[in-house]
């Protein structure tokens, strides 16, 4: 039998979920358990299921915006730990270069990406400095500096809340597409998500060179050209140089940071509808070029929305237009007021609607 999960108790003050998401936004949650294993996790949100309690699975709580109000429900804190590989990497190895790396959902991500390179698991080197939880990754397919975990990801372990059953999913049943996967269109209800991850397994190759830079800015960094190779520890070096500079790296001190990271996606739009000068890159989604994928900072900032835009609590980072920032003393409706502002003000001068990347829990743009 596994141990009891860590839980708020009746006469304990509720939990502040402000003191759970990088963004220190979000109001109390009724009760808070924190699972430590995937048994105790399996048990409480089907316990709270079944009891027709609002589920709310917490991670690194990074990609999340909770209202004032706080969570009428359970919040399940995803703590669990392991990470395990199908080779040693030894000279003697059998497997041909590649490793399969299974890593429990509640690990830290980017301490993933540092093991990764130290172990040479070529493939994870430009997600360096993401924060939040390896089981968030698949949901969100998370990516950044032209890498993205859809590309390495080999299967996830989920439980699914509607059948009440374990379930393993091949990458290619995961429905991944850009910021998006099955894992966060399928929804038991308002509050969560059918499936809870479980476990992710990844599918790297063995090396000291990274896989080919496809990001031009990286490149630039690095001192290589487009598609080529660069050493593992310099490729996430680079990286999260890059995004410290964007203040993208979680700094308690740097009020940059208190942020869900990039606040909107880069929106698809049919070629025709492009603005005129803005940037613009091929969608793998549509091979004949009728749509192109365009850059919504470029998007903000020609609008008129300049880096530290806003006078109140909740304002554009200073360091980059597609964060919104909490400076202290924010509370979440500080923060859509703003994100409505930026949006309807990119609507107004391009009619192109901004779409919000973080899960919003209560509250809506």
């Not at 490793?99 to 390179?117: P, R």
């Not at 400095?129 to 500096?145: E, F, K, M, R």
């Not at 975990?149 to 999913?169: F, G, K, L, N, S």
């Amino acid at each position: 039998m596994p141990g009891d999960p860590a839980l708020s108790g009746p006469g304990e003050p509720a939990p502040r979920l402000a003191d759970l998401t990088t963004l220190r936004l979000g109001g109390p949650a009724r009760r808070l358990v924190t699972a430590t294993t995937e048994a105790d996790l399996v048990a409480a949100v089907a316990g709270a299921d079944a009891a027709g309690e609002p589920v709310l699975v917490l991670g690194g709580g990074s990609n999340l915006v909770v209202a004032d109000e706080g969570f009428a429900g359970t919040v399940v804190r995803v703590a669990t730990r392991g990470v395990t590989a199908d080779t040693d990497g030894t000279d003697d190895d059998p497997t041909c270069g590649g490793v399969l790396v299974t890593v429990a959902a509640g690990e830290d991500w980017d301490a993933l990406v540092a093991l990764a390179v130290e172990r040479g698991w070529v493939g994870l080197e430009a997600l360096a400095g993401i924060p939040g939880a390896v089981g968030a990754t698949p949901i969100q397919n998370v990516g950044a500096y032209g890498q993205e975990v859809a590309q390495t990801i080999a299967r996830v372990r989920v439980y699914d809340r509607h059948d009440r059953a374990v379930r393993t999913v091949a990458a290619a049943d995961c429905g991944f597409g850009y910021r998006d996967s099955r894992f966060k269109r399928e929804r038991h209800d308002d509050a969560g998500s059918r499936h809870v991850v479980l476990d992710v397994t990844f599918q790297l190759t063995r090396g000291e060179l990274s896989a080919p830079v496809g990001y031009a800015e990286l490149a630039r960094t690095l001192g290589v050209e487009v598609g080529a190779r660069a050493p593992l520890a310099q490729v996430r070096d680079a990286v999260l140089g890059l995004r410290r500079g964007k203040g993208m790296v979680l700094d308690p001190a740097d009020h940059d940071t208190w942020s869900a990271g990039s606040f909107f996606t880069n929106p698809v739009l049919p070629a025709a509808d492009l603005p005129a000068g803005a940037p613009a890159w091929p969608d793998p989604d549509s091979p004949g070029g009728e749509r192109v994928k365009t850059s919504a900072a470029w998007l903000i900032q020609h609008a008129g929305f300049e880096r530290g835009h806003g006078s109140g609590p909740a304002r554009l980072s200073t360091k980059h237009t597609l964060a919104l920032t909490n400076r202290g003393g924010a509370g979440t409706a500080d923060l859509l007021a703003l994100a409505r502002e930026v949006r309807d003000g990119v609507r107004d001068a391009f009619g192109v609607s901004l779409v919000p990347e973080p899960v919003l829990v209560g509250c809506s743009l």
